[in-house]
């Protein structure tokens, strides 16, 4: 055997540097995947280096340890679903269509991003009672940024009086999370986004005070529809 040929065959594989960001971002959907179907006790940051393709060495640089990394990879799925609300939110002027491109982009998050749910589920079995659900401090943390839209709606439309912005909005994300979570356990499973309609129809029977709300869905069709469709192009390369 030549030398050349020895040498080819003793040398290690170039690893490849990659930029931290982009290997962060790695590591986090390996954490999802692996907290998500095997659960918080069960997966190891191991099993999740492995899932990456990084040494545990390189897991613990960017983590220090399992229960950060789950808290982290949680508040890295919220953000995603924060994002796509805003780009709804600020799709379109017009108070219902906004409202219903909101509880589009709500919906569609959690049908192409199942693992959350899961690590909803994880993280109160594991964190129990004596730690408000990240989830909820968001939504309590994040209210203003929603809040002005129900404001809106109620200064445009018969809305019943006795309601206010706040419980609107408290209304709007109880519906939402609940269709998340039958959509989840219904047999067979369906997709969240095919309740849209009933939930938002439903949403709009409880808080209008005229005789047939749903005359407005059929008018919030088309601007949903154009605003929705903007968002998709947004965000396909999300």
């Not at 079995?125 to 309590?140: D, I, L, N």
């Not at 979570?181 to 209008?208: C, E, N, W």
């Amino acid at each position: 055997m030549t030398s050349n040929a020895m040498e080819s065959i003793e040398k290690p594989p170039k690893r490849v540097h990659k930029p931290a960001e982009q290997r962060q971002q790695e590591i986090i959907a390996a954490a999802v995947r692996a907290f998500a179907d095997r659960g918080y006790q069960v997966t190891d940051m191991q099993t999740i280096a492995e899932l990456a393709g990084v040494g545990k060495g390189t897991l613990y640089r960017h983590f220090p340890n399992k229960e950060e990394l789950f808290k982290l990879v949680l508040a890295h799925q919220l953000d995603i679903l924060r994002d796509r609300m805003l780009q709804a939110r600020d799709s379109t002027t017009n108070p219902l269509c906004r409202l219903y491109a909101m509880m589009h982009a709500y919906l569609e998050y959690f049908d192409t991003h199942p693992d959350t749910v899961e690590l909803f589920i994880q993280e109160r079995a594991e964190f129990g009672r004596e730690v408000t659900p990240q989830y909820f401090q968001r939504m309590h943390h994040s209210k203003d940024d929603w809040l002005f839209v129900f404001q809106d709606i109620k200064n445009t439309y018969p809305v019943r009086e006795f309601l206010s912005a706040e419980e609107m909005s408290s209304l709007s994300g109880e519906l939402l999370h609940g269709a998340v979570y039958l959509s989840m356990a219904s047999v067979p499973k369906r997709a969240s986004l095919t309740r849209l309609d009933q939930v938002f129809s439903f949403y709009l029977h409880g808080i209008m005070h005229v005789q047939n709300p749903l005359s407005f869905v059929e008018q919030l069709r088309e601007c949903s529809k154009n605003s929705i469709s903007q968002q998709t192009k947004e965000l396909e390369n999300y």
